[in-house]
């Protein structure tokens, strides 16, 4: 799992939900899923996306009600490092490690992570366990980090209301439209007028377009 070559750990962690398969929900959330999340601060980027799909296919395979117990609070846990409602924009980075990577890249990941988590989780999960600490990353010092939460939340509105078989959203549910409309549409909207990066701005702009054909946003029927 740790092997230096970057290659012998893509090959690991694509064995992964054949393995998880194998072993159990209940054997491998506790042996082997610490090293799932921890992939995620691999020092190569492509070994930490596929951390990210990895942690998908092990939701899909054992079930949103595991995910939220084994992966759910790790990620939080990430989402949040150094980040408080005091700091909120001006926190200070610290140094990276060998053992300890900067936090910006712990917070990065979580939220790809948790991006990535989303459509295997169910409305009820992505709204009260998933949608808070993206709404909180949207606000992170980091620009990076705003302009993917924004791109998040384009990608996650869709998944508060319930779906279809056929993967189409049903009429939108009273709540996932309260929801979208009191907690994303206005953080994106504060980072679309008021962000001091233009990338942020576009993608915010972007996202705020995406919500708005989903019939989620202000301005349509629920």
Request: hydrophobic content about 50%; overall charge positive.
């Amino acid at each position: 799992a740790s092997d230096a070559k970057w290659r012998v750990r893509a090959a690991i962690i694509a064995k992964m939900p054949h393995l998880a398969r194998d072993l159990g929900a209940a054997f491998f959330g506790e042996k082997l899923v610490g090293q799932c999340v921890a992939w995620l601060r691999d020092d190569v980027h492509s070994i930490r996306l596929a951390a990210a799909r990895n942690l998908e296919a092990l939701a899909r395979l054992f079930g949103p009600p595991w995910a939220a117990q084994c992966l759910l609070p790790q990620l939080t846990h990430m989402a949040e490092r150094d980040l408080s409602a005091s700091s909120l924009g001006r926190v200070p980075e610290i140094e990276a490690t060998p053992s300890s990577p900067a936090p910006s890249m712990d917070r990065m990941m979580a939220l790809l992570a948790l991006e990535a988590l989303a459509p295997a989780l169910g409305p009820d999960l992505c709204a009260k366990r998933v949608l808070p600490p993206v709404l909180l990353l949207a606000q992170d010092p980091v620009p990076n980090i705003r302009f993917t939460a924004a791109k998040a939340l384009a990608r996650l509105a869709p998944l508060l209301a319930p779906q279809q078989p056929g993967g189409q959203a049903s009429n939108a549910s009273a709540a996932a439209c309260a929801l979208v409309r009191s907690e994303v549409e206005p953080r994106l909207v504060a980072m679309r007028d008021g962000d001091s990066d233009r990338d942020v701005k576009y993608f915010a702009r972007q996202a705020l377009v995406a919500i708005h054909a989903t019939g989620l946003a202000s301005g349509h029927a629920c």
